[in-house]
């Protein structure tokens, strides 16, 4: 058998990094013009929810946009990281849920507020992992495993609390949901700072570049030698830290823990994922496209709010923006095949 030179196994790899930034470049433009839109469209939604109320405008409800898009934009950053590398994660709900009950109960037993927000933030990392590796070692679809671990998780929360909510009365634990930084509330600033991270670390290290590479043709990267297994492992735990964080700041804000917060919010953090540009398929997106859409699925949320439509068309508008987000991700990679 003829032996392969590690000059032989580092060409190919190098022509990888040149591919996948021909790719990243080829697809600005297309990414720049799906920005432009969502602007267009989120000027649209304010400029058409501040004629029919004179209440959206306010700077109370700005704020209140702010904080909710921070919580599920902060989980959707997460979520990205993952989807770019060809993955997938649905248990994002249940780790908010989790790690905001982990968090309370060990506020409420005492514990220092810094180490019980570490610990919640630790078992997001946890999840994560033990995601990461079902689907990388044991080749599991990340469907099929983050369903079953979000069930799981779920399911532990209910059985753990008995189903009662728990309170927090810690006001330092309260003011990371409440607090303002020179009259910006703490959540948003949270939420640009995760982003400013993971935009460097996507566009500006090998990190970045082999998540891309890995999504777009992990077959390729795994024959150019890349250890495909431990970076999309690392996506997961990611993941799980964002989805963890996220959950903590929705306690602070709710000032309560219960066994069903967050139900149903992967449906809108995959959708503003989805709808940023993020493709299913693995190998392209843009965390900027996520926080965009989730501005724009916010905005949509509160205005629909204040305007008293009922709740249960809530549910069915983010069903039809989701699907059209992803009708959308079909016309532009092909579909299913």
């Known amino acids: 058998m003829k032996e392969i030179t590690r000059d032989q196994v ?78 997938f994660d649905l248990s994002i709900s249940s780790v908010m849920a989790a790690s905001g009950s982990i968090t309370a109960a060990l506020i409420h037993a005492h514990v220092s507020t810094y180490l019980a927000v570490f610990v919640g933030l630790s078992f997001g990392a946890m999840v994560g992992f033990i995601n990461g590796i079902i689907i990388t070692k044991m080749r599991i679809n990340p469907l099929i495993t983050t369903l079953a671990t979000m069930a799981i998780i779920r399911g532990t929360c209910y059985v753990a609390s008995n189903g009662l909510s728990i309170g927090i009365g810690d006001e330092t634990f309260r003011s990371f949901g409440f607090g303002k930084i020179y009259g910006i509330p703490k959540p948003a600033i949270m939420l640009i700072i995760v982003y400013a991270i993971l935009y460097i670390l996507l566009h500006y290290t090998q990190f970045g570049r082999y998540v891309y590479a890995i999504g777009g043709n992990a077959n390729s990267c795994r024959l150019c030698g890349l250890n495909i297994d431990r970076w999309r492992l690392i996506t997961y735990i990611l993941c799980g830290i964002c989805s963890a964080f996220g959950g903590i700041l929705l306690t602070a804000l709710v000032g309560t823990a219960i066994p069903t917060a967050a139900l149903g919010s992967e449906l809108v953090v995959i959708s503003a994922v989805i709808l940023g540009g993020t493709s299913l398929a693995g190998g392209e997106g843009s965390v900027m496209g996520t926080l965009l859409a989730m501005a724009l699925l916010s905005t949509l949320t509160n205005g629909m709010t204040i305007l008293s439509f009922p709740v249960y068309w809530h549910q069915i508008i983010r069903g039809f923006i989701l699907l059209l987000a992803v009708l959308i991700d079909a016309a532009r990679t092909g579909g299913y095949k």
Do not use: C, Y
């Open 10 to 87: 580092a060409k190919p790899l190098a022509n990888e990094e040149v591919i996948v930034e021909g790719r990243v470049k080829s697809i600005l433009w297309r990414l720049n013009f799906r920005d432009f839109a969502m602007i267009v469209i989120l000027v649209g939604l304010s400029i058409f929810f501040t004629v029919q109320s004179p209440h959206f405008f306010k700077m109370g409800n700005l704020l209140d946009i702010a904080r909710s898009a921070a919580i599920n934009g902060i989980v959707a950053a997460g979520e990205t990281v993952v989807l770019i590398s060809g993955g």
